[in-house]
């Protein structure tokens, strides 16, 4: 038997007579009675590659059958005969967005051969490119009357969840990625095995996308632009706004979705204020910030990309705090503030940490923006992660090498940590005449989670070390899509918050 070729193909109407032979076999528990002859034909005309046979040497001897409903007509508390409106189906509506599955049955001895699997994979598959948001069903739980008289289908399911307790269809469902939403009673009454209750199980379809403004672009391929910047003497802002211009130019000319700056790049600035003190040159220097963002502001406009500031320094009430701005090509603006301050930074320039954190919505995914220091505290990536943040941007200067090593760890550490793409831009060069930023030392990159679907070494692309130079590197987020549900580690789901929890106070 097991030498024989196994296919998985469309259900065919000449396929009923062996269909009825197989339900009585597989249910003969509860009756066994056979779909009718009009069931299946109505089902055939209205949804035919819903409808599913797995042959054993051209023998059929498994079956699935499913409608597309718009869920959110019938909720959860639903019966049999609400979502076939009692085996009419008049509820398939080719535009809704769940994948209702309806049966599926194996002949009984065919069972060592894992074909319910095959069936259950091909149902994912014709959900995921059908472009559903997921696959509902009721599932039977047989094993369910053994232990009736002493706990509750609820306590049943936990403990089946738990692998306390074996039951021949809830743990396979399980097995195969389906969760159970909540009990549903008098689903079935004929079935007398499962006292007719069932469990309401569901299977997401993590690809999915809610139909899209076709006006607008949709990303899953992500070009992002990163520029190692070169600290050289720069006499006026409108010299040091040319030459970020002229890389934005070249963004734009590939087409690039981001573009980042490194922190506090345009430091060449501040030596004409050479004669003042580091905390007051600053102070002078964030005089710059706002006609700095609103050109970067008009770039990100002009040439189609979104762009992130690098860092600027920003007074506010007196205090002085490190800002990364989020310019979008739309012409919005959002900010993300230093939080953590380097002990340098409050000597020399009397920083201030900024108090609040969040994860940003643009046209190309969800990101987070860092600067520098903030990406050595994994608390804060984790906190982004869990707003959804699938590309994480640290715009960063360091003097030395050994200060460009700490992001560049935590960096690579967080894009495991959170499955997520971690770009990372710095400045190279020196600045005599500046104090407290003289010399500086940068190799941008962007990295990767470390699982099959990327690169060996976890690098996408990364530039030359301490030259001035244009990176761009191309991120899949589909593929974070994936690792999140099928990486062979899963750091996202596998966390307990049952012992520990992480909350943001700020």
């Not at 209702?100 to 014709?126: H, T, W």
């Not at 935590?410 to 407290?436: D, F, H, M, T």
Request: proline letters at 5%; hydrophobic letters at 40%.
């Amino acid at each position: 038997m097991t030498d024989e070729i196994i296919e998985v193909r469309n259900l065919r109407m000449e396929d009923y007579d062996a269909m009825v032979a197989v339900t009585r076999a597989a249910y003969a528990g509860i009756g066994g009675l056979p779909w009718g002859l009009q069931h299946i034909g109505k089902l055939l005309d209205l949804f035919p590659d819903g409808q599913l046979c797995v042959t054993v040497g051209g023998q059929p001897v498994g079956f699935a059958l499913s409608l597309i409903v718009d869920y959110a007509r019938f909720g959860d508390s639903h019966s049999y005969e609400d979502i076939t409106a009692k085996y009419t189906f008049n509820t398939f509506d080719p535009d809704g967005d769940v994948l209702y599955g309806l049966d599926i049955m194996v002949d009984p001895a065919y069972r060592n051969m894992r074909l319910a699997r095959r069936l259950y994979e091909a149902r994912k598959a014709l959900c995921e490119n059908y472009g559903l948001r997921a696959i509902v069903a009721g599932g039977r739980i047989p094993g369910y009357a053994e232990y009736a008289d002493r706990m509750t289908p609820k306590e049943y399911i936990e403990r089946v969840s738990l692998k306390e307790i074996y039951d021949p269809v809830l743990s396979f469902q399980i097995a195969n990625g389906f969760h159970v939403r909540k009990v549903l009673t008098d689903y079935l009454r004929f079935d007398a095995e499962s006292k007719a209750y069932a469990t309401l199980i569901e299977w997401n379809n993590i690809y999915y996308q809610e139909k899209p403004d076709m006006l607008k672009r949709q990303h899953s391929l992500v070009r992002i632009g990163l520029v190692q910047w070169q600290m050289r003497p720069i006499d006026t802002l409108e010299s040091l706004l040319q030459q970020a211009e002229f890389f934005v130019d070249s963004m734009g000319a590939v087409r690039a979705d981001f573009v980042l700056f490194p922190e506090l790049f345009h430091m060449p600035l501040m030596a004409q204020f050479g004669d003042l003190s580091p905390a007051q040159s600053i102070r002078r220097l964030a005089e710059f910030t706002p006609a700095i963002c609103d050109r970067l502001s008009q770039l990100a406009v002009t040439y189609n990309t979104n762009i992130i500031s690098g860092s600027l320094p920003f007074l506010e009430d007196g205090h002085l705090y490190n800002v990364a701005y989020l310019l979008r090509r739309d012409g919005s603006r959002d900010e993300q503030r230093k939080i953590h301050i380097t002990p340098g930074e409050r000597r020399w320039w009397g920083m201030k940490g900024g108090n609040r954190l969040k994860a940003f919505d643009t046209d190309c995914g969800k990101i987070g923006i860092l600067i520098c220091y903030d990406c050595e505290f994994p608390e804060l990536p984790r906190l982004l992660a869990n707003e959804g943040m699938q590309i994480l941007f640290v715009p960063f200067l360091t003097e030395m090498r050994n200060g460009y090593m700490r992001v560049r760890m935590c960096s690579r550490a967080r894009a495991v940590e959170n499955e997520c793409y971690v770009a990372i831009a710095g400045a190279v060069g020196n600045l005599p005449k500046v104090q407290a930023s003289d010399t500086h030392y940068a190799q941008s990159a962007v990295f990767t989670p470390a699982d099959f679907a990327f690169p060996g070494d976890s690098i996408i692309n990364e530039a030359a070390a301490n030259s001035e130079a244009l990176l761009v590197a191309e991120v899949n987020l589909d593929l974070l899509r994936t690792l999140h549900e099928h990486g062979s580690v899963t750091t996202l789901k596998d966390r307990l918050p049952g012992l520990y929890e992480l909350k943001w106070l700020g």
